[in-house]
């Protein structure tokens, strides 16, 4: 296992690398999450009508610029989240087990409980870290000069929009929704990690699958489909807390209570093919490269530091 702050760097390049490829389909999902905001279903007009319709549509009308608004964003965002909450699931893990336990390393044994609840708190931990930049990537992913929904932003870049938040207002205004992502990124890190590591021991030990790149997807894949399920409505809920104008949410429930009330209960699901058809390969990518990361990391560490720091850390 790598130090900390090796998990936390590896763990935000693997990040990074992923979004570089899903940015586009997270654009789609967020347009689609805000598309017919508190408008009843008969009178909210329909301009993305699906994945593939809203990057056709997008292509066309704003190019592939338009498809990465926000990917300067989404970088740090990616490194801020992803980094805490792979570069601190294990130590939190760890730390617990050896208090529960009375494990000397903490290494030696799997519980559910502290593995969603590690996963949990250090997605909380990323929510928070990743906040002002995530803020930032929704608003910009939003904007749209010719088939514009929910609230538009006109920022030059994430500087800009930072700059702009600050000055309406304050730095309380980088955190508004916070609650939302750190609910999300709570329910989507018990999920993530944990099912992550539950399907890769069970295709070893049922399907006698060995440690490399198949072994590392197909335990990708299954988390990605579980981490979907489980924060998809958070999700919408988030997007429209960050990207709403003036106080037209008051917090989670609200926001929840209105979506649902005005649009129908399956609005919380709006975007949630955008969502896994980007989440999927994320996930997978994610994971995938920060297993390779991680190698890289400790080899790095290991000509620094004696081999007894990488191995108890």
Excluded at 148 to 171: F, S, W
Excluded at 271 to 295: M, W
Aim: proline share 3%.
């Amino acid at each position: 296992m790598s130090t900390t702050q090796g998990a936390f760097i590896a763990g935000g390049i693997a990040a990074c690398g992923a979004v570089t490829f899903t940015h586009g389909f997270e654009t789609v999902k967020i347009r689609l999450q805000l598309q017919g905001q508190l408008q009843s279903k008969d009178q909210a007009p329909r301009l993305y009508k699906g994945v593939f319709h809203g990057v056709h549509v997008i292509l066309k009308n704003e190019g592939a610029r338009g498809l990465l608004r926000g990917l300067g964003s989404a970088y740090v965002y990616q490194m801020a989240l992803n980094g805490c909450r792979l570069g601190f699931y294990e130590p939190i893990r760890t730390g617990m087990t050896s208090a529960v336990f009375h494990d000397a390393t903490g290494s030696n044994r799997q519980s559910l409980p502290i593995n969603l609840f590690s996963g949990a708190a250090s997605g909380v931990l990323g929510a928070i870290a990743g906040s002002p930049f995530c803020i930032v990537k929704t608003r910009l992913q939003s904007y749209s000069p010719f088939l514009p929904v929910g609230t538009q932003h006109r920022y030059k870049n994430a500087i800009d929009g930072l700059e702009k938040i600050r000055a309406n207002d304050g730095l309380k205004g980088w955190y508004r929704g916070v609650g939302a992502a750190m609910i999300r990124t709570g329910f989507g890190g018990s999920v993530q990690l944990p099912t992550y590591f539950l399907a890769k021991r069970r295709l070893i030990k049922h399907l006698g699958m060995t440690e490399g790149v198949a072994l590392h997807l197909a335990s990708s894949t299954a988390s990605g489909f579980a981490v979907c399920c489980a924060m998809h409505p958070l999700d919408t809920i988030m997007s429209r807390m960050y990207n709403q104008n003036g106080n037209l949410y008051k917090g989670v429930f609200d926001c929840l209570y209105k979506t649902i009330t005005t649009e129908g209960f399956w609005a919380i699901y709006k975007g949630y093919f955008a969502h896994l058809t980007r989440l999927l390969p994320h996930t997978i990518l994610t994971l995938s490269l920060a297993e390779q990361t991680n190698k890289l990391m400790r080899r790095y560490e290991s000509h620094i530091f004696s081999p007894a720091v990488t191995e108890t850390v």
